[in-house]
């Protein structure tokens, strides 16, 4: 049995972006040498998420403007009375998931057509850190 | 250590369906001949959700109503400039959660009294595919 | 390969609670002997979740009001045709999750700064259990 554990590193440019990192995810896979497995790809901080749909510029941005209608900024959240203004990235993170487990089938992603892991961020513009790990044989 | 990998194929005759699917996966367990481990069982399609609530056709028809309030067909999405017309599959997909991990006990799925496994179709009636991974010893 | 099982019991003292269990987890992945692996920590009933986010209470108020208003308790939900009273309970959970899957490095739970991990009860005051599972070596 084997395990491999990596990370990686993101700073958005603006405070909510939706970045894909399979690829980054793929050369963890390939470095582990794990031919069969499970790989749980995660982000690491509590306004953030990980998680897996198509890489399509237009679908991102609905992603955006619908979990600005689920889970708005605003100042009366009881979170705020701590001096954070956060607390709708809590929300919105909530609804995206924090992880993914992925299956690892002769060495590659067992995905189908269109998946795409990304990181979704949505308190940002300073430096994360997802944990990748890799388990299997 | 063991691993398995199996396919389910389901073709829903609905557009929007909830479907039962634990006895199929258990069957996949128990092929894998794991006693102790996890199973990974994964929707393939990014317009679809694995999820584990209760068996009862009531809560499914709540389960779909309530997802059209949350994440409404509507022509408006950007995703459909693209000459797609199902970004609130995306969506609704994305609240029910792509995946679920259960925990292998003694053979069994580990289950509580009322969980059941359900494959949730968002924009059916083709062919789409879940892998389930099985993972332990 | 190792792997280890136990399972967490919970009454709530109020129908919808959210209660702090990381220390209870972390318990279970040193009594596992477990150095690098995964844990799988998981609601066992359909209408409770487990989740990671931030120890806050402002912000536990802040998730509980939310998610009212996402799936509000309401009598019309067709579930409560059966006798049953906790349509509203299933639709929280959904939105909550029902698992997480938590890296193991170096023997400890491989978390970001404020990670913690909670059991979300939405139809609470009767025991309730959670099942752990740790696999690694």
Redesign the interface.
């Known amino acids: ?1 084997k ?1 491999h ?1 990596d990370y990686l590193f993101i700073t958005t440019k603006q405070q909510k972006e939706i970045i894909n990192i399979t690829s980054e995810v793929e050369a963890v896979v390939n470095k582990s040498g794990v031919k ?3 790989v ?1 790809v ?5 306004t953030a998420s990980v ?4 890489e ?4 991102k ?3 955006l403007k ?1 979990l600005e209608e ?2 708005p900024v605003n100042p009366s ?6 001096g ?1 203004d956060n ?1 709708d990235a ?2 919105k ?11 690892i ?1 002769k060495s590659q992603l ?6 795409q892991i990304f990181y979704g961020e949505f308190d940002g513009q300073r430096k994360k ?1 997802i ?1 990748v ?1 890799v ?3």
């Open positions: 049995m395990t554990t069969e497995g499970m749980l995660s982000a690491m901080h509590i998680f897996i749909n198509d399509e510029p237009g679908l941005e609905d992603f619908w689920l889970a959240y009881k979170h705020h009375q701590t954070e607390a809590h929300l993170r909530t609804i995206m998931g924090r992880e993914v487990v992925v299956a089938t067992d995905f189908g057509p269109w998946e850190r944990v790990k388990m299997g044989e």
